[in-house]
């Protein structure tokens, strides 16, 4: 089987044989990730009553208890490194290096950390098989990156991406994402059962009635605007909830931006968000010779994006290009 060329390795090891300043604080929780916590509060809460209700109903009260203080610990598995590992296998798709991909990978990896001043042995890599340019931060030790990614572009790009994924985690974002998803499950698994509930009650009644049909939609009313009344510091949040936290993806996609053009890489990821955005101008092109067209998101839809578009990204990284003076 061939082995597939692998890109230049371009990148600039400033700190290869040389001693690492390894600094006192290691990782932390920047305003992006607070926020991202503060708005998953209301989600919660929901959930909590859900499993509350559920275990009660189920097991009575002492055992209730057990299960609903069992789930409320259960966030702390975000941070057990074997729980990480098991969820970006099975979940995430991610699998161990092959030997000759962690000699490529370790390396960047090194100069990375050893710019910013972090253990990279903290962090676990792995890899995606994927022919798209990505990678993710997972959890609260887990890097991720896609076989393209480690074998179609210059190391120094690489270490750019690398460089951004651990702004992700040394800001906080992975683990405060994860821990939020985690906490609101439960919630949202019981909003996608009375959702279904109600279109089955919907179809059900339209076979009666005309008259039915309108009496139900009247209840739900009421009950929607009696939950609005009664409850409306949760509900509120609870809509509002999705806008701010693709507002708090895209702050976050930035800050880490802003991490790696620090470690000096904002050459390197403005060329990779080049790739993103020319990746993006070829299936528009190819959309339009096909007589497509690429329905773009606009209004309130384009406010529920989790990422900045490539322009944004490459405009608050200007900064970062000037020459020093």
């Known amino acids: 089987m061939p082995q597939p060329v692998l890109a230049p390795d371009d990148l600039d090891y400033r700190h290869l044989g040389s001693r690492v300043h390894v600094a006192a604080h290691q990782r932390g929780a920047d305003a992006t990730a607070i926020g991202q916590l503060a708005t998953q509060v209301p989600g919660f809460l929901v959930s909590l009553a ?3 209700a559920v275990s009660f109903a189920l097991f009575g009260t002492i055992v209730g208890w057990v299960v609903l203080l069992a789930w409320v610990a259960s966030g702390a ?6 729980t990480e590992l098991l969820f970006a296998r099975r979940v995430l798709k991610l699998r161990a290096p092959l030997a000759e991909e962690r000699a490529r990978l370790e390396p960047v990896w090194s100069e990375v950390t050893a710019r910013a001043g972090i253990e990279g042995d ?8 994927s022919t798209g340019l990505n990678a993710s931060a997972v959890a609260g030790h887990v890097v991720g990156v896609t076989t393209y990614a480690l074998n179609r572009i210059p190391s120094s790009n690489l270490a750019a991406v690398l460089a951004h994924e651990l702004g992700h985690h040394t800001g906080g974002h992975a683990w405060a994402g994860l821990l939020g998803y985690w906490y609101s499950l439960p919630g949202r698994i019981a909003w996608a059962l009375t959702r279904g509930i109600t279109r089955v ?3 059900v009644s339209r076979v009666f009635s005309v008259a039915a049909t309108g009496m139900l939609y009247l209840f739900l009313a009421v009950f929607v605007a009696a939950g609005f009344l009664v ?3 949760i509900t509120i949040p609870l809509v509002v909830a999705p806008y701010l936290l693709a507002y708090a993806g895209r702050q976050g996609e930035l800050r880490a931006d802003q991490a790696a053009a620090a470690l000096g890489f904002a050459p390197q990821l403005t060329q990779v968000l080049h790739h993103f955005q020319a990746e993006e101008d070829m299936a528009k092109a190819y959309a339009t010779a096909q007589g497509k067209r690429l329905r773009e998101p606009a209004g309130l839809a384009k406010l ?3 990422h900045p578009d490539n322009y944004t990204r490459m405009r608050a990284l200007e900064p970062y290009l000037q020459p020093a003076r």
């Open 77 to 82: 598995l975000v941070f057990h490194r074997p």
């Open 304 to 306: 529920l994006s989790s």
């Open 231 to 233: 409850a409306w510091y």
């Open 122 to 129: 903290t962090y676990e890599l792995m890899i995606e098989n």
């Open 201 to 203: 009650a919907l179809a």
């Open 50 to 52: 859900v499993v509350a």
